[in-house]
């Protein structure tokens, strides 16, 4: 389901910035869709990590087959022992089971985010390990719907942001930063429309 803020965003950044009028117009009925629960998100971007996405949707069927269900308590029963077979490196298997045992005890509490401003959740994401910036960022945009997240060390946003507005020339991130403030409090749509710029199908996680 599209966010109740995405038609509003849409009209804001279209009337103050003709590039984004144009891709409006251009992607005009699409928009995010939060797909899975937290737990399983986070669970298959660490599963995701540094593979193509073919392999990791190999790997991330395995790894279904093997805790049976995903959720925390599943992965905390499968151990190490049983996701050694479904393709996880040694070290993405610890992450998984880090996050898990983060959802399980508490530390992680979906419910507590909603009182959360976006760098609390940020934060409280990355001290799983496996888990940095760029992928809690995602986490927010794709899953939370968080509408104002702008990751400015994403190489698609950089690259889009290079050649709708500085004529392909490569910015300092300071520049960058600055580009991204003329499209708050919707950053995130903003970078969504972007995205599309370089890439016409929409980027699911």
């Avoid at 996880?88 to 530390?107: I, M, N, W």
């Amino acid at each position: 389901m599209t966010p109740s803020y995405w038609q509003q965003a849409a009209q804001e950044l279209a009337a103050a910035d003709e590039q984004m009028a144009e891709l409006v117009e251009r992607y005009l009925g699409l928009g995010l869709v939060s797909r899975g629960d937290p737990f399983g998100t986070l669970a298959r971007s660490i599963v995701g990590q540094q593979i193509s996405v073919k392999a990791a949707d190999a790997v991330w069927a395995r790894f279904v087959a093997a805790v049976g269900e995903v959720s925390p308590p599943a992965v905390l029963a499968a151990g190490e022992a049983g996701l050694a077979g479904c393709g996880l490196s040694r070290r993405k298997s610890e992450y998984v089971r880090d996050l898990a045992a983060h959802f399980a005890s508490g530390r992680l509490d979906p419910t507590a985010w909603l009182a959360m401003d976006d760098e609390a959740v940020i934060v409280a994401l990355t001290e799983v390990r496996g888990i940095g910036r760029w992928t809690a960022e995602m986490f927010l945009i794709f899953n939370q719907l968080r509408p104002d997240v702008f990751p400015l060390d994403d190489i698609g946003l950089q690259r889009a942001v290079h050649e709708r507005y500085f004529g392909g020339e490569k910015q300092p991130r300071k520049v960058l930063a600055a580009c991204g403030e003329r499209w708050r409090p919707w950053r995130s749509v903003a970078t969504w429309y972007l995205w599309r710029s370089l890439d016409p199908l929409p980027v699911e996680y």
